[in-house]
């Protein structure tokens, strides 16, 4: 990312952008947690990094043609996680596991004019730890549902 787009804010809500998610899309660290790698893949949505949804998209649901639409415009607007209690309610239902992870988020864009929701509960998985060489985990983004 040229050094003239970034920007001070961070575009997921965080701290500024070189603390938050900035050290992520210019692949300086890995994110820890699902929640923060969810935070700065909206972040690269908003910031049009294709390359970095790429990057941190499971290869086994990874889409084949492009995630970004270079002639859309979309605007996206702002990010809400959703809060630790209820995500706590949702993985009751789930097999524990420290492995995979699930982020609920709404995130508010604008198309056309138009103001939209995106609310969305986000499935995760680590991969790559423990194998002595110093490799380390990485979240990737499996898929999502919708909530109604």
Known sequence: ??????????????AAFAACCGPYLAGDAVAPSADLLMRSR?????LRIEAYLRATWHPGTL????????????????????SAL????????LPESPERDTVE???RYKLAGRAHRLHE????????????????????????????
């Open 1 to 14: 990312m040229p050094p003239s787009s970034k920007p001070a804010a961070c575009p997921c809500g965080g």
């Open 105 to 107: 988020f709404v995130a």
């Open 63 to 82: 889409p084949a043609g492009p995630i970004i639409d270079p002639d859309e415009k979309l605007q996206w607007l702002g990010l809400e996680v959703k």
């Open 86 to 93: 209820r995500l706590r309610q949702r993985k009751a239902d």
């Open 121 to 148: 509960v986000s499935r995760f998985v680590r991969e790559g730890a423990g194998d002595g060489k110093g490799e380390i985990a990485r979240w990737f983004y499996l898929d999502g549902s919708f909530p109604e």
């Open 42 to 46: 909206y972040s690269a949505y908003v």
